[in-house]
Protein backbone atom coordinates (compact mmCIF):
# COMPACT_ATOMS: atom_id res chain seq x y z
CA UNK A 1 0.00 0.00 0.00
CA UNK A 2 1.65 3.41 -0.89
CA UNK A 3 1.28 6.48 2.29
CA UNK A 4 -1.26 7.82 -0.51
CA UNK A 5 -4.14 5.55 -0.05
CA UNK A 6 -7.18 6.75 1.59
CA UNK A 7 -7.17 5.85 5.26
CA UNK A 8 -11.37 4.82 4.67
CA UNK A 9 -10.12 1.98 2.27
CA UNK A 10 -8.06 0.47 5.34
CA UNK A 11 -8.71 -3.12 6.29
CA UNK A 12 -10.34 -3.73 2.93
CA UNK A 13 -10.15 -7.21 1.04
CA UNK A 14 -10.06 -7.54 -2.09
CA UNK A 15 -12.18 -10.56 -3.51
CA UNK A 16 -9.79 -13.46 -5.40
CA UNK A 17 -10.93 -14.74 -8.75
CA UNK A 18 -10.49 -18.41 -9.24
CA UNK A 19 -7.47 -19.43 -11.03
CA UNK A 20 -7.19 -18.67 -14.28
CA UNK A 21 -4.09 -20.70 -16.15
CA UNK A 22 -1.20 -19.05 -17.41
CA UNK A 23 -0.37 -19.41 -20.86
CA UNK A 24 0.86 -23.00 -22.33
CA UNK A 25 -0.78 -24.40 -18.93
CA UNK A 26 -3.19 -26.88 -20.17
CA UNK A 27 -6.33 -27.75 -17.36
CA UNK A 28 -8.96 -29.23 -17.19
CA UNK A 29 -11.01 -25.77 -15.48
CA UNK A 30 -13.47 -26.57 -13.54
CA UNK A 31 -13.16 -23.66 -10.96
CA UNK A 32 -14.73 -20.76 -12.00
CA UNK A 33 -18.09 -21.67 -12.95
CA UNK A 34 -17.62 -20.95 -16.93
CA UNK A 35 -19.34 -22.73 -19.38
CA UNK A 36 -17.37 -25.19 -21.63
CA UNK A 37 -19.48 -24.05 -24.54
CA UNK A 38 -18.28 -21.72 -26.85
CA UNK A 39 -21.03 -18.25 -27.46
CA UNK A 40 -23.61 -18.93 -29.50
CA UNK A 41 -22.65 -18.01 -33.02
CA UNK A 42 -25.38 -15.88 -33.63
CA UNK A 43 -23.74 -13.63 -30.93
CA UNK A 44 -20.34 -14.38 -32.38
CA UNK A 45 -21.39 -13.08 -35.46
CA UNK A 46 -22.90 -10.10 -34.00
CA UNK A 47 -19.96 -9.22 -32.30
CA UNK A 48 -17.58 -9.29 -34.95
CA UNK A 49 -19.81 -6.98 -36.63
CA UNK A 50 -19.73 -4.65 -34.26
CA UNK A 51 -16.07 -4.66 -34.07
CA UNK A 52 -16.13 -2.20 -36.63
CA UNK A 53 -18.11 0.46 -34.89
CA UNK A 54 -15.66 0.22 -31.83
CA UNK A 55 -14.87 3.95 -33.00
CA UNK A 56 -17.96 5.64 -31.57
CA UNK A 57 -18.62 5.29 -27.40
CA UNK A 58 -21.12 2.61 -26.86
CA UNK A 59 -24.88 3.23 -26.35
CA UNK A 60 -25.53 4.58 -22.80
CA UNK A 61 -29.21 3.41 -22.59
CA UNK A 62 -27.94 0.00 -24.00
CA UNK A 63 -31.47 0.27 -25.31
CA UNK A 64 -31.29 -2.60 -27.84
CA UNK A 65 -30.10 -4.92 -25.46
CA UNK A 66 -32.72 -3.83 -22.99
CA UNK A 67 -35.35 -3.83 -25.31
CA UNK A 68 -34.54 -7.29 -26.52
CA UNK A 69 -34.26 -8.33 -22.80
CA UNK A 70 -37.92 -7.00 -21.82
CA UNK A 71 -39.12 -8.41 -25.09
CA UNK A 72 -37.48 -12.25 -23.83
CA UNK A 73 -38.37 -12.10 -19.86
CA UNK A 74 -41.87 -10.20 -20.66
CA UNK A 75 -40.84 -6.98 -18.80
CA UNK A 76 -40.39 -3.26 -20.08
CA UNK A 77 -37.29 -2.16 -21.17
CA UNK A 78 -37.77 0.24 -18.48
CA UNK A 79 -37.44 -2.56 -15.58
CA UNK A 80 -34.21 -3.51 -16.97
CA UNK A 81 -30.69 -2.28 -16.28
CA UNK A 82 -27.49 -3.72 -17.94
CA UNK A 83 -24.08 -3.97 -15.86
CA UNK A 84 -20.58 -4.59 -16.76
CA UNK A 85 -21.01 -7.87 -15.44
CA UNK A 86 -23.46 -8.93 -12.91
CA UNK A 87 -20.97 -7.97 -10.26
CA UNK A 88 -21.49 -4.09 -11.03
CA UNK A 89 -25.34 -4.33 -10.49
CA UNK A 90 -24.97 -6.13 -7.29
CA UNK A 91 -22.39 -3.93 -6.41
CA UNK A 92 -24.87 -0.91 -7.22
CA UNK A 93 -27.74 -2.83 -5.05
CA UNK A 94 -25.26 -2.34 -1.85
CA UNK A 95 -24.54 1.37 -2.49
CA UNK A 96 -28.28 2.27 -3.53
CA UNK A 97 -30.25 -0.22 -0.99
CA UNK A 98 -27.63 -0.55 2.30
CA UNK A 99 -26.26 2.07 4.35
CA UNK A 100 -25.36 2.69 8.36
CA UNK A 101 -29.33 2.23 9.35
CA UNK A 102 -29.71 -0.16 6.77
CA UNK A 103 -27.46 -3.57 6.56
CA UNK A 104 -26.98 -5.76 4.24
CA UNK A 105 -28.06 -9.31 5.19
CA UNK A 106 -26.70 -12.27 3.66
CA UNK A 107 -26.14 -16.07 4.27
CA UNK A 108 -22.76 -17.13 6.17
CA UNK A 109 -22.18 -19.35 3.14
CA UNK A 110 -22.82 -17.62 -0.40
CA UNK A 111 -20.90 -15.63 -2.76
CA UNK A 112 -17.80 -14.49 -1.20
CA UNK A 113 -18.32 -11.23 -3.34
CA UNK A 114 -20.96 -9.90 -1.26
CA UNK A 115 -18.62 -8.83 2.07
CA UNK A 116 -16.06 -7.13 -0.46
CA UNK A 117 -19.60 -5.20 -2.20
CA UNK A 118 -20.30 -4.30 1.94
CA UNK A 119 -16.94 -3.06 2.63
CA UNK A 120 -16.06 -1.33 -0.52
CA UNK A 121 -19.29 0.71 -0.44
CA UNK A 122 -18.93 0.78 3.72
CA UNK A 123 -21.56 -0.23 4.60
CA UNK A 124 -22.44 -3.04 7.70
CA UNK A 125 -23.48 -6.28 6.71
CA UNK A 126 -25.31 -9.24 8.92
CA UNK A 127 -24.34 -12.94 7.85
CA UNK A 128 -27.00 -15.49 8.85
CA UNK A 129 -25.63 -18.77 9.18
CA UNK A 130 -26.87 -21.38 6.82
CA UNK A 131 -28.35 -24.60 8.78
CA UNK A 132 -26.96 -27.63 8.94
CA UNK A 133 -27.93 -29.02 5.74
CA UNK A 134 -26.61 -25.78 3.78
CA UNK A 135 -30.25 -24.32 3.69
CA UNK A 136 -31.01 -20.55 3.84
CA UNK A 137 -31.97 -19.96 7.78
CA UNK A 138 -35.29 -18.08 6.06
CA UNK A 139 -37.38 -17.23 8.85
CA UNK A 140 -33.72 -15.63 10.13
CA UNK A 141 -33.08 -13.95 7.16
CA UNK A 142 -36.79 -12.75 7.28
CA UNK A 143 -36.77 -11.23 10.75
CA UNK A 144 -33.50 -9.82 10.17
CA UNK A 145 -33.86 -5.71 9.54
CA UNK A 146 -31.79 -4.94 6.43
CA UNK A 147 -31.74 -5.43 2.52
CA UNK A 148 -31.64 -8.56 2.16
CA UNK A 149 -28.80 -10.56 -0.63
CA UNK A 150 -29.90 -14.13 -1.63
CA UNK A 151 -28.19 -15.99 -4.18
CA UNK A 152 -30.63 -18.56 -6.02
CA UNK A 153 -29.54 -21.04 -6.76
CA UNK A 154 -27.39 -20.50 -3.41
CA UNK A 155 -23.57 -20.31 -4.78
CA UNK A 156 -21.24 -22.64 -4.19
CA UNK A 157 -23.80 -24.56 -2.40
CA UNK A 158 -26.24 -24.98 -5.48
CA UNK A 159 -28.90 -25.56 -3.20
CA UNK A 160 -32.21 -23.75 -4.66
CA UNK A 161 -35.16 -21.29 -2.87
CA UNK A 162 -38.44 -21.97 -4.02
CA UNK A 163 -40.66 -18.90 -5.62
CA UNK A 164 -42.85 -18.97 -2.74
CA UNK A 165 -40.25 -18.43 0.13
CA UNK A 166 -38.67 -15.96 -1.97
CA UNK A 167 -42.24 -14.53 -1.81
CA UNK A 168 -42.36 -15.02 1.54
CA UNK A 169 -39.04 -12.78 2.72
CA UNK A 170 -40.29 -10.32 -0.29
CA UNK A 171 -43.75 -9.88 1.92
CA UNK A 172 -41.62 -10.54 5.69
CA UNK A 173 -40.71 -6.68 5.37
CA UNK A 174 -42.00 -4.46 2.19
CA UNK A 175 -40.04 -1.51 3.67
CA UNK A 176 -37.05 -3.63 2.96
CA UNK A 177 -35.22 -4.46 -0.41
CA UNK A 178 -34.93 -8.06 -1.31
CA UNK A 179 -31.82 -8.45 -4.11
CA UNK A 180 -32.09 -12.04 -5.72
CA UNK A 181 -29.21 -13.31 -7.28
CA UNK A 182 -30.04 -15.33 -10.65
CA UNK A 183 -26.68 -16.11 -12.04
CA UNK A 184 -27.43 -19.57 -12.04
CA UNK A 185 -30.58 -19.40 -12.27
CA UNK A 186 -31.29 -21.66 -15.72
CA UNK A 187 -29.32 -24.42 -14.62
CA UNK A 188 -32.34 -25.47 -12.70
CA UNK A 189 -34.28 -23.20 -10.44
CA UNK A 190 -37.11 -20.67 -10.77
CA UNK A 191 -36.76 -16.81 -11.93
CA UNK A 192 -38.08 -14.19 -9.72
CA UNK A 193 -38.73 -12.04 -12.72
CA UNK A 194 -41.78 -12.45 -12.67
CA UNK A 195 -42.70 -11.38 -9.93
CA UNK A 196 -41.21 -7.29 -10.22
CA UNK A 197 -44.58 -6.18 -10.95
CA UNK A 198 -46.05 -7.58 -7.66
CA UNK A 199 -43.48 -6.43 -5.87
CA UNK A 200 -41.83 -3.01 -5.46
CA UNK A 201 -39.18 -3.99 -3.26
CA UNK A 202 -37.63 -6.83 -5.57
CA UNK A 203 -34.41 -6.58 -7.95
CA UNK A 204 -33.19 -9.50 -9.69
CA UNK A 205 -29.85 -9.97 -10.86
CA UNK A 206 -29.01 -12.45 -14.20
CA UNK A 207 -26.04 -13.06 -15.69
CA UNK A 208 -24.36 -13.60 -19.08
CA UNK A 209 -21.61 -15.00 -17.83
CA UNK A 210 -22.83 -18.64 -16.97
CA UNK A 211 -25.61 -20.06 -18.76
CA UNK A 212 -25.24 -18.05 -22.15
CA UNK A 213 -21.09 -18.73 -22.00
CA UNK A 214 -19.82 -14.98 -22.43
CA UNK A 215 -18.10 -14.56 -19.05
CA UNK A 216 -14.98 -12.70 -20.52
CA UNK A 217 -17.71 -10.22 -22.51
CA UNK A 218 -18.49 -8.86 -18.97
CA UNK A 219 -22.22 -8.38 -19.01
CA UNK A 220 -25.22 -8.60 -16.11
CA UNK A 221 -28.87 -8.07 -16.08
CA UNK A 222 -31.02 -6.25 -13.32
CA UNK A 223 -34.98 -6.43 -13.12
CA UNK A 224 -37.13 -4.04 -11.18
CA UNK A 225 -40.04 -2.07 -11.40
CA UNK A 226 -38.87 1.15 -12.98
CA UNK A 227 -38.29 3.51 -10.07
CA UNK A 228 -35.82 1.04 -8.41
CA UNK A 229 -34.47 1.05 -12.07
CA UNK A 230 -34.14 4.63 -11.76
CA UNK A 231 -31.39 4.53 -8.31
CA UNK A 232 -29.04 2.11 -10.27
CA UNK A 233 -29.34 4.31 -13.05
CA UNK A 234 -28.79 7.68 -11.27
CA UNK A 235 -25.76 5.68 -9.43
CA UNK A 236 -24.71 4.07 -13.49
CA UNK A 237 -24.49 7.35 -14.78
CA UNK A 238 -22.42 8.98 -12.09
CA UNK A 239 -20.07 6.65 -12.74
CA UNK A 240 -19.73 5.19 -15.85
CA UNK A 241 -22.68 5.72 -18.26
CA UNK A 242 -20.59 3.18 -21.05
CA UNK A 243 -20.25 0.66 -18.68
CA UNK A 244 -21.04 -1.71 -21.25
CA UNK A 245 -19.51 -1.82 -24.54
CA UNK A 246 -20.82 -1.82 -27.72
CA UNK A 247 -19.56 -5.39 -29.08
CA UNK A 248 -20.87 -7.24 -25.54
CA UNK A 249 -24.16 -5.02 -26.23
CA UNK A 250 -24.59 -6.53 -29.92
CA UNK A 251 -23.53 -9.99 -28.54
CA UNK A 252 -25.86 -9.82 -25.76
CA UNK A 253 -28.96 -9.03 -27.66
CA UNK A 254 -28.32 -11.82 -29.83
CA UNK A 255 -27.11 -14.27 -27.48
CA UNK A 256 -30.88 -13.42 -25.77
CA UNK A 257 -32.49 -13.98 -29.31
CA UNK A 258 -31.05 -17.48 -29.62
CA UNK A 259 -32.91 -19.10 -26.37
CA UNK A 260 -33.03 -22.31 -27.89
CA UNK A 261 -28.94 -22.20 -27.91
CA UNK A 262 -28.75 -21.82 -24.45
CA UNK A 263 -31.51 -24.41 -23.27
CA UNK A 264 -29.99 -26.88 -25.41
CA UNK A 265 -26.31 -25.87 -23.30
CA UNK A 266 -28.36 -25.75 -19.93
CA UNK A 267 -29.89 -29.05 -20.82
CA UNK A 268 -26.36 -30.99 -21.30
CA UNK A 269 -24.78 -29.38 -17.86
CA UNK A 270 -27.75 -30.26 -15.82
CA UNK A 271 -27.34 -33.99 -16.86
CA UNK A 272 -23.64 -33.80 -16.87
CA UNK A 273 -24.30 -32.32 -13.27
CA UNK A 274 -26.23 -35.50 -11.93
CA UNK A 275 -24.09 -37.54 -13.88
CA UNK A 276 -21.16 -36.24 -11.69
CA UNK A 277 -22.92 -36.14 -8.19
CA UNK A 278 -23.93 -39.63 -8.82
CA UNK A 279 -20.19 -40.28 -9.33
CA UNK A 280 -19.42 -38.70 -6.40
CA UNK A 281 -21.31 -39.98 -4.35
CA UNK A 282 -20.48 -43.76 -5.72
CA UNK A 283 -17.10 -42.73 -4.41
CA UNK A 284 -18.08 -41.80 -0.81
CA UNK A 285 -18.69 -37.84 -1.15
CA UNK A 286 -21.74 -35.97 0.20
CA UNK A 287 -23.28 -33.99 -2.90
CA UNK A 288 -25.39 -30.98 -2.13
CA UNK A 289 -28.31 -31.38 -4.18
CA UNK A 290 -27.22 -28.37 -6.97
CA UNK A 291 -29.51 -27.08 -9.22
CA UNK A 292 -26.48 -24.79 -10.92
CA UNK A 293 -23.38 -25.27 -13.35
CA UNK A 294 -21.54 -27.00 -10.38
CA UNK A 295 -21.90 -29.82 -7.38
CA UNK A 296 -20.39 -29.30 -3.63
CA UNK A 297 -18.39 -31.92 -2.74
CA UNK A 298 -16.74 -33.50 -0.02
CA UNK A 299 -14.92 -36.10 1.41
CA UNK A 300 -14.93 -38.04 4.61
CA UNK A 301 -11.35 -38.77 4.55
CA UNK A 302 -9.97 -36.34 2.58
CA UNK A 303 -9.48 -32.88 3.21
CA UNK A 304 -11.16 -30.16 1.26
CA UNK A 305 -7.83 -27.78 0.85
CA UNK A 306 -5.61 -31.35 -0.02
CA UNK A 307 -8.05 -32.85 -2.37
CA UNK A 308 -7.98 -29.49 -4.54
CA UNK A 309 -3.92 -29.59 -4.69
CA UNK A 310 -4.30 -33.75 -5.54
CA UNK A 311 -6.88 -32.61 -8.29
CA UNK A 312 -4.50 -29.43 -9.07
CA UNK A 313 -1.30 -31.59 -9.60
CA UNK A 314 -3.60 -33.78 -11.89
CA UNK A 315 -4.53 -31.33 -14.24
CA UNK A 316 -7.40 -30.26 -12.78
CA UNK A 317 -8.70 -26.65 -11.38
CA UNK A 318 -11.73 -26.92 -8.88
CA UNK A 319 -12.63 -24.39 -6.21
CA UNK A 320 -11.82 -24.62 -2.61
CA UNK A 321 -13.18 -22.11 -0.02
CA UNK A 322 -11.30 -22.11 3.41
CA UNK A 323 -13.92 -20.10 5.20
CA UNK A 324 -15.89 -20.72 6.76
CA UNK A 325 -14.51 -23.34 8.69
CA UNK A 326 -17.56 -25.84 7.95
CA UNK A 327 -17.04 -25.59 4.21
CA UNK A 328 -13.38 -26.26 4.62
CA UNK A 329 -13.68 -29.83 3.47
CA UNK A 330 -15.50 -28.82 0.36
CA UNK A 331 -14.67 -28.28 -3.47
CA UNK A 332 -16.90 -26.45 -5.86
CA UNK A 333 -16.50 -28.37 -9.28
CA UNK A 334 -17.75 -26.57 -12.12
CA UNK A 335 -20.20 -29.07 -14.51
CA UNK A 336 -18.49 -28.95 -18.06
CA UNK A 337 -18.42 -31.48 -21.23
CA UNK A 338 -18.99 -34.74 -20.83
CA UNK A 339 -15.51 -35.15 -22.09
CA UNK A 340 -14.29 -32.60 -18.93
CA UNK A 341 -16.21 -34.77 -16.59
CA UNK A 342 -14.66 -38.08 -17.56
CA UNK A 343 -10.85 -36.21 -16.59
CA UNK A 344 -12.29 -35.18 -13.40
CA UNK A 345 -13.70 -38.67 -12.96
CA UNK A 346 -10.42 -40.57 -13.69
CA UNK A 347 -8.04 -37.66 -11.36
CA UNK A 348 -10.59 -38.45 -9.14
CA UNK A 349 -10.36 -42.14 -9.19
CA UNK A 350 -6.53 -42.05 -9.00
CA UNK A 351 -6.47 -39.57 -6.21
CA UNK A 352 -8.65 -42.16 -3.66
CA UNK A 353 -6.68 -45.10 -5.24
CA UNK A 354 -3.41 -43.14 -3.69
CA UNK A 355 -5.07 -41.47 -0.55
CA UNK A 356 -7.32 -44.43 0.68
CA UNK A 357 -4.46 -47.37 0.76
N1 LIG B 1 -23.43 -13.99 -8.44
C1 LIG B 1 -22.90 -15.18 -8.15
C2 LIG B 1 -23.57 -16.03 -7.12
C3 LIG B 1 -21.74 -15.62 -8.80
O1 LIG B 1 -21.18 -16.79 -8.49
C4 LIG B 1 -21.16 -14.79 -9.79
C5 LIG B 1 -19.96 -15.27 -10.56
N2 LIG B 1 -18.75 -15.20 -9.92
C6 LIG B 1 -21.73 -13.54 -10.03
C7 LIG B 1 -22.87 -13.19 -9.35
C8 LIG B 1 -21.12 -12.54 -10.95
O2 LIG B 1 -21.07 -12.91 -12.25
P1 LIG B 1 -20.74 -11.87 -13.42
O3 LIG B 1 -20.20 -10.61 -12.82
O4 LIG B 1 -19.79 -12.58 -14.27
O5 LIG B 1 -22.06 -11.61 -14.08
Do not use: W
Not at 3 to 32: I, W
Not at 106 to 122: I, S
Not at 283 to 289: A, C, E, L, N
Amino acid sequence: MSRFFSKKYDGLTPYVPGEQPKKGQKFVKLNTNESPFPPSPKAVAAGIKAVNGLNLYSDPLCLKLRQTAAGVFGVGAGNVICGNGSDEVLNFAFAAFCDGLTPAVFPDVTYGFYPVFAAQNRVPFVEIPLKDDFSVDVERMAAEKGTLFIANPNAPTGVALSIETIEFLLESDPSRMVVVDEAYVDFGAESAVGLIGKYENLLVTQTFSKSRSMAGARLGLGFAQESVIADIETLRNSLNPYNVNSVTLAMGAAALEDEEYTRANCLVIGKNRERTAEFLRSRGFVVTDSKANFVFASHPEIGGAEFNMKLREKGVLVRHFGRPERIADYNRITVGSAEQMELFEKAVDAILLETLK
